[in-house]
């Protein structure tokens, strides 16, 4: 008799340490919050995009300063946003202290439909 109640006494479960998570409900919140905060810095490449074309090599070897290429897009169309070359946002090409930059028109999902 003795035996059983020393395995019912080592299968109970301990209690958490204290400082654990279990203590305080806004702790997981808080680790998520410092997981976001830790990929703040990581540097992501965004380019905007005019537009796109073919051109046979013979063309692009006769390139020279002052050259027009043309492309595909319109120029009323809006600007593609690309961020690690995947389309995130279209916008417009605006000048801010004589720096070309773009206000974003539209957010783009993942599956390629507009979001606002």
């Known amino acids: 008799m003795a035996e059983a109640q020393t395995q019912e006494t080592s299968t109970k479960p301990s209690p958490p340490p204290s400082g654990s998570e279990t203590d305080s409900p806004s702790s997981g919140e808080e680790s998520k919050e410092t997981a976001i905060e830790f990929i703040n810095d990581v540097a992501l ?63 783009v999902a993942p599956e390629g439909e507009e979001v606002f």
């Open 45 to 107: 490449e965004i380019a905007v995009e005019l537009g796109r074309t073919d051109l046979p090599i013979q063309k692009l070897l006769s390139l020279k300063r002052g050259s027009v290429i043309e492309i595909d897009k319109l120029s009323e169309e809006p600007l593609d946003v690309r961020v690690n070359g995947k389309l995130v946002a279209r916008g417009e090409a605006v000048i801010v202290n004589e720096m070309f930059g773009i206000r974003v028109t539209q957010i």
